[in-house]
């Protein structure tokens, strides 16, 4: 069975530090999708992005940055430099074949980014 | 222009009564899902469409009943609300019913029931 582990419910930092937002996954699955999504106070869920389970590659963009380590079923997320703008709740899914299509979200880790 | 949009954004009603929940995307996608976000902001799929057909029902109960008169309204109705309805409500879409497509989110609806 799919499940998303975020152990961060809540993060404060201040502004321009570093921070580091957890995820382990379990799946049964070889083949599966990591996802981040942002939630800012306006409500709405946007992508931030998707890393394939053959793809181990950390990927950066900008200030953020994604830790895939398949031994350890772990997609860490840093923000760089962290801005106020920042402050939201972070959520990791997981899709694999057995789900068919069903994301499987992270409890998601509220971050705040105090100036 | 948005690209998923859900009406209302709040919903405040009485035990009992029946309310709806509508959903339109401009995307062109072919999937449609309800997810629920509880008040400790845990998100779970409800259900999902593909091409108007209905084919992921979470054990959600039968007061529940969505309607897709197109691939792109996926609308929401419940029946005999009850206190534990409480919650956001986000209406999502994907091109494809894939394991890699990314979800394009509405701005929820917010459904409190007194």
């Known amino acids: 069975a799919q499940k998303v582990t975020q152990a961060q419910t809540e993060i404060s930092v201040v502004e321009k530090e570093d921070v580091t937002l957890d995820c382990v996954y379990e799946?049964?699955?070889?083949?599966?999708?990591l996802f981040w999504y942002k939630q800012p106070p306006s409500g709405e869920l946007v992508f931030l992005i998707r890393?394939?389970?053959?793809?181990?590659q950390n990927e950066i963009s900008g200030r953020y940055s994604w830790n895939f380590q398949k031994s350890t079923s772990s997609f860490n997320f840093t923000i760089t430099a962290s801005q106020v703008v920042d402050s939201a709740v972070y959520f990791c899914a997981l899709s694999d074949l057995g789900g068919y299509q069903k994301v499987t979200f992270g409890i998601g880790t509220k971050l705040q980014v105090i100036p | 222009d948005t690209a998923v949009s859900q009406t209302p954004k709040y919903l405040v009603t009485q035990m009992g009564n029946d309310k709806s929940i509508k959903c339109e995307q401009n995307?062109?996608?072919?999937?449609m899902y309800w997810y629920k976000q509880d008040s400790k902001k845990f998100l779970k799929i409800m259900f999902s469409?593909?091409?108007?057909?209905?084919?992921i029902n979470e054990t959600v109960p039968n007061r529940f009943s969505p309607k897709s008169p197109d691939k792109a309204h996926l609308n929401l109705h419940i029946n005999s609300l009850e206190l534990g309805d409480s919650a956001v409500y986000f209406c999502a879409s994907s091109q494809y019913m894939k394991t890699n497509e990314k979800l394009f989110f509405g701005s929820g609806t917010q459904l409190s029931v007194l």
């Open positions: 469409y593909n091409n108007k057909e209905l084919i």
């Open positions: 799946t049964r699955d070889t083949t599966y999708y």
């Open positions: 995307l062109g996608h072919d999937t």
């Open positions: 890393r394939n389970s053959f793809d181990e």
